[in-house]
Every structure is written in C-alpha cells, then in structure tokens.
C-alpha cells in the first residue's frame, strides 16, 4: 500500500477552518485515501473516505488533488473537541483489512 | 447500544506471565481487527479474522495469539515471547456486507507489564 505523509502538528483557532494536508504520492488506481482522529487515549473514529472525488459528510471535507498525489481533510468550523491527532490511511479497494496508521497530524484547537 | 467494548481499561501484569485481551462487539460484524499502539506512534496490525474459525497474521504477530470461536468474541493473549509487550491494545470490527467499509473501534486496553 502507498505510504502517507502529513505534518506532525497542526494549529488552529477555534472556529476556523482547520486543513489537515496529507500526501500519498505513491498512490495506486486501486487505492482509497481514508480519515479517521484518535481522541487522546481511545479508539481511532472513522471521519471520512474517497477514491477520486471530492467528498463531504457532517463531520468534514476531503479534498483529493486530479492526480490522486494528496488531499486535504477540511474542518469547517473546528471547535476543542476536534483536538486530536488526526491520521491519513491509503487502503487497496479490495483489501478491507489492511489499514496502514502512520504517525498522524495532532491538530490542536485553541480557543 | 451497539459497540465494541475492551476490558479492562488498564491491565498490569508481571514479566513472564501471559496476559488475555477482551474484545466483545454486538454489531453483527464478521470481521475482526486487534492493533499495537507505542506511544506516539499509529497503530499496527497484529492479528485479523474475517470469520468465525479463521483468523491471519497481521504485520507483527510474533508473540501474540487468538481465537475466533464466536463471532461475538475475538481475544488476544499476549505471551511470554512477546519482548516488549507494554502498550495500548486497540480491538476493531467492520461488517462485511454492502458498503461495510469503515472499521469501528473499541476503547482499547492499556497493558503495562512489570
């Protein structure tokens, strides 16, 4: 599976939008770009998923690039709750079980 | 409500001894998922079953092992070969029916071995 890459730590004022940047350069045809945040000390939760187009739910955005190359998660209007570290996952889309956690982007919302 | 639950929150125990790992889920989901988690780290595959009686090798199942006898229940035993067994524990399911696509996670067992 295509390796990501995000920055280490994010800032972001509460009520802004926070854009979470993730690169996946390496990425295959067959490959979904995935977002799930890990709230200190629990379990990952799913936030949002895409193959090419963009997408968008009631948590988020995802912005994916025309060549696939990188995307960006979009917080409309991020509130404290939403710090957490935030990760980017590549998945093959025919192999549910392989979901490769990186590192992460810890975003910090500050009031 | 429908969950994932991990018990419990917080495990010790003393070198040597094997330690089992609970995860229970009522979600009706075929697929199980047990991830490693170090301290500033992601997490890391260790073990997955997509069915009753089956389970893989995730991508460091050394020291490790489980049992599927019940769809519900899919626990882990960690060993006295594990070498570094100290971490946070994370237990995940996804259906697999439809567009199952996402895993829902459990709030995870934070193992200290002493």
């Known amino acids: 599976d295509a390796k990501t890459t995000q920055p280490p730590s994010m800032d972001c004022a509460e009520g802004r939008a926070a854009n979470l940047p993730c690169n996946h350069s390496t990425i295959s045809g067959n490959e979904y770009v995935y977002w799930y945040r890990q709230i200190h000390s629990q379990g990952p939760q799913y936030i949002i998923h895409?193959?090419?187009n963009n997408e968008t739910n009631e948590m988020a955005s995802l912005i994916i690039t025309e060549d696939r190359k990188s995307s960006t998660l979009i917080l409309p209007h991020a509130t404290l709750r939403d710090t957490a570290v935030y990760y980017c996952?590549?998945?093959?889309?025919?192999?549910?079980?392989?979901?490769?956690f990186g590192s992460g982007t810890k975003l910090n919302v500050k009031p | 409500d429908g969950g994932i639950t991990q018990s419990p929150k917080y495990l010790f125990r003393k070198e040597g001894q094997n330690v089992t790992l609970s995860c229970e889920q009522n979600?009706?989901?075929?697929?199980m998922y047990w991830y490693r988690q170090d301290p500033g780290q992601g997490l890391r595959l260790i073990y997955y079953s997509q069915i009753v009686n089956d389970f893989q090798k995730g991508d460091i199942a050394e020291g490790y092992s489980v049992s599927r006898e019940k769809k519900e229940s899919f626990p882990l035993t960690v060993t006295s070969a594990q070498k570094n067994p100290t971490a946070f524990y994370l237990c995940?399911?996804?259906?697999?029916?439809?567009?199952?696509?996402?895993?829902?996670f459990g709030p995870g067992t934070r193992l200290t071995v002493l």
């Open positions: 979600l009706n989901h075929d697929a």
């Open positions: 895409g193959l090419k």
């Open positions: 995940a399911s996804r259906g697999t029916s439809g567009r199952a696509i996402e895993q829902f």
């Open positions: 996952i590549v998945r093959d889309r025919y192999n549910f079980n392989k979901f490769y």
